[in-house]
């Protein structure tokens, strides 16, 4: 890339970062080497300024480390593969929405069971089998959620057995359309732990829709950056 008027502390007044992130980055590789001036500093260009635009909105959509190494590989690799790379990252915030919407469906189905499941003693109790069948998961899924703390299994004391009643079904049905929508076990867990008082689907409701509004706002991040990436993918054509 041909060096430009810019010096280090204009492209950072320009992106907003630092003069030493700016060198950070440029070390990184997430924008080109720049051109040495014949008294020794740092000559940049126009474009540079929009890859650290670039990065930044990657960054919020797809996080700074997948985002530095998308923006690397778009400065050395082919055009076909540098929008590759970029439709990953759209594909992929779209699969995250998709888990969450579903999540959502599952935990509105559920709402009466859960409200209910303390007072119901007529339904039926289910074996490891049966339930990890009606979730489509493994009985070794079930097992680890156990160990973790977030279904309790009844159990058959004679045969070792475990068996799950409404109460616990009902939480497993939680913990799966959490699970589902990406949700790591310390979060579920906390989730489980609202089991306890008022409301618990409903804060597991409330975190599924802090997850959207997360999801859409690095949409907006990854279309915001869209101009500028594509400014970065054809300097290499």
Known sequence: MDGGDLRTVDVAAASGYSVQQVRNLERLGVIPVAVRGANGYRRYGPLHVRALHAYRALAVAAGPVAARRLLTDAWSGTLAEAAAAIGEVHTGLARERELTLRAQEALRAIRGEVQTYE????????TIT???????V???TLRFWEDEGLVLPERVTSLKARRYGPSAVAAARIV????????????????MGALDRLDGPGSAA??????????AARTVALL??????????????
């Open 138 to 140: 493994r009985p070794s």
């Open 119 to 126: 007072t119901d003693s007529s339904a039926d109790s289910m």
């Open 224 to 237: 915001r950056a869209g101009a500028d990436l594509a400014a970065v993918v054809e300097a290499r054509r």
């Open 176 to 191: 799966a359309a959490l699970r589902a929508a990406g949700y790591g076990v310390p979060a579920v867990r906390e989730v």
């Open 130 to 136: 049966e339930l990890a069948g009606a979730l489509r």
């Open 206 to 215: 409330y975190l599924l829709g802090r997850r959207l509004d997360d999801i």
